[in-house]
């Protein structure tokens, strides 16, 4: 039995598998299938100031090997995911982690200073969102508008920082490098990739919004390349997503230098998925005599 | 209220009941224990990413079994038009709030438009005689189940587009003219103008109407808001809150 636990950002998690955000509700839709306690921790669905009724359906579509998706962030509001969703999870054996987007530097400001004070363990900040047209991707798409806001938000939030990047930039390792500059302490990353479905039939897109974020199994190759370059190039810890199905894909993100790892769409095709990974990962370390997870991360060899 | 599982579960019987459309018995005692009319299962196709959701035709709870009826029409009802008897499906269910219950209730109407018409049959088999039951279908070639519906209630009307079945036209044209009594309630599954019909009706004659809706799904479980449907309450999720919804309640505009 290794020992899975690993410490981002002076929070300790049992294991280093987090279910993603907007892919787990908000921690108790699965509570059928496993308790929540299986998981290290959970980020729970994007939630802004004000309740956010999300982007006019179909949300939904297929690509091969993933999806596409434009939720546009429907969530009740800060004050209930404080007020009901939050002390729902207390007494769950799980890291809490609020994600928390905005559609200005204020809006973001005052969700963040409401969830400090709130039994939330960790908050994720959520500057790349694709599918809203104010706030999420239009804050992380450059390292400027990126490192105001964390700036501002550094000021007044209380918990642990971790930024969640876009992949949608030119260059993810500058708008870490600035985000860590103005505080986080620690990044996640990648968000989806922007991409669209046509219907043929209809000659219109499949989804409403036109095009969403792109998920699953294909993004995988992109999702590992940003966090090998962001790992290097930072000193926080990167907890790396996108694409992440098996216990393998688990140990090539945390070979790459992702220090904990998000699992978002494999969910939707294997509820167990994220049960799965920490038991395939804890025998892998068993098999290869590895005592502690956290002895692989950033062990890739490259040339 | 059931509770969600996944699992493998073998299928036990499957017929081409019309051409493209497809009856599988399913073998999950666990399910059938549980499910309920209305509720859907959904269903691992292959390689492909995303589940695909289908409605639960007929559960036997004391055999274990539930039946489910598709068209094959994309890629994954492809996939799944293949399997043969004896493999297995990876599948999460049952799904979704179901009918609710309507022991006092004189005349359960049910409408089924199309692929829609499957799920009514359950509502059949618990509801019997009690049960007037009205099936569109495009044509002849697509129509189903119109025999085993017989079997439960005499009060069975078809209607074909081309009247190649039934009645020439739509299923609204002997709705309308059928006389609900006092205390009915209208039940229905099928494409949207059909269940923007029947709220119309619904309104007009002051009768209940429980609609089934569907929508691209993602998780199937409540957990992403990928298949909302508006409401008068906001955007509820098809798989969660609904998929069947009182349709006074439902905004269908898009």
Not at chain 1, 26 to 39: A, I, M, T, W
Not at chain 1, 108 to 136: F, H, T
Not at chain 1, 139 to 161: I, M, N, Q, Y
Request: aromatic share 6%; with cysteine; net charge negative.
């Amino acid at each position: 039995m290794a020992d899975l636990s690993v410490n981002i950002a002076g929070v300790q998690f049992k294991n280093p598998v987090i279910a993603a955000s907007g892919c787990f509700g908000f921690g108790l839709d699965y509570e059928d299938l496993y308790p929540v306690s299986e998981l290290g921790g959970v980020s729970l669905k994007g939630t802004t100031l004000d309740a956010k009724p999300g982007n006019i359906p179909p949300r939904i579509a297929e690509t091969y090997g993933g999806m596409l998706n434009s939720v546009g962030l429907q969530n009740p509001g800060v004050d209930n995911l404080i007020n009901v969703h939050l002390p729902a999870l207390c007494g769950k054996d799980t890291v809490k982690i609020a994600n928390i987007a905005g559609k200005d530097v204020d809006t973001y400001i005052r969700a963040v200073e409401k969830v400090s004070d709130s039994c939330a363990d960790m908050i994720e900040l959520n500057i790349s969102c694709p599918n809203v047209k104010e706030g999420g991707l239009a804050f992380g798409a450059s390292p400027d508008t990126a490192a105001s806001l964390v700036k501002e938000v550094r000021k007044v939030c209380k918990k642990p920082l971790m930024v969640k990047l876009s992949p949608n930039v030119t260059d993810i390792v500058s708008i870490a490098r600035a985000v860590e500059a103005e505080g986080a302490d620690a990044l996640s990353l990648i968000n989806t990739l922007l991409g669209m479905r046509i219907d043929i039939r209809s000659r219109k897109p499949i989804l409403h919004n036109n095009v969403g974020g792109m998920s699953g199994r294909a993004v995988f190759p992109v999702a590992l390349r940003m966090v090998w370059q962001t790992a290097k190039a930072v000193s926080i810890p990167v907890v790396g997503m996108g694409g992440i199905a098996t216990w393998e894909d688990a140990v090539e993100m945390l070979l790459a230098g992702a220090s904990a790892l998000q699992v978002g769409a494999a969910i939707f095709t294997d509820p167990y998925a994220p049960v799965k990974i920490v038991s395939g990962l804890n025998k892998w370390l068993d098999d290869n005599n590895i005592k502690c997870v956290s002895d692989i991360v950033g062990q890739v060899k490259c040339y | 209220m059931s509770s969600l599982k996944q699992n493998l579960y073998p299928i036990s019987e499957i017929n081409e009941i019309a051409s493209g459309i497809f009856s599988f018995r399913i073998s999950c005692p666990e399910v059938a224990e549980e499910a309920i009319p209305g509720q859907f299962v959904s269903i691992l196709c292959g390689e492909f990413t995303l589940r695909r959701p289908i409605s639960i035709c007929e559960i036997n709870r004391e055999e274990g079994w539930i039946r489910i009826v598709f068209e094959r029409r994309g890629s994954g009802t492809d996939w799944l038009s293949q399997r043969k008897v004896g493999d297995t499906l990876d599948m999460l269910a049952p799904i979704g709030n179901g009918y609710p219950e309507f022991d006092d209730k004189s005349k359960i109407i049910l409408v089924g438009g199309g692929i829609g018409v499957p799920p009514m049959l359950a509502l059949a088999k618990k509801y019997k005689d009690k049960c007037a039951v009205f099936l569109g279908f495009r044509d002849k070639s697509k129509e189903i189940l119109t025999d085993e519906f017989k079997a439960l209630t005499p009060d069975v009307f078809v209607a074909t587009e081309d009247g190649s079945s039934g009645s020439k036209g739509f299923i609204t044209a002997p709705l309308n003219e059928y006389d609900f009594g006092e205390n009915a309630v209208i039940c229905a599954c099928g494409p949207i103008p059909l269940l923007k019909k029947l709220a119309e009706l619904s309104a007009e004659k002051n009768i209940p109407a429980f609609i089934s809706l569907e929508e691209r799904m993602g998780c199937s479980a409540g957990a992403c808001f990928g298949c909302v449907c508006n409401t008068v309450h906001g955007y509820k999720r098809v798989c969660k809150d609904g998929p069947v919804f009182n349709s006074s309640e439902v905004i269908f505009d898009g």
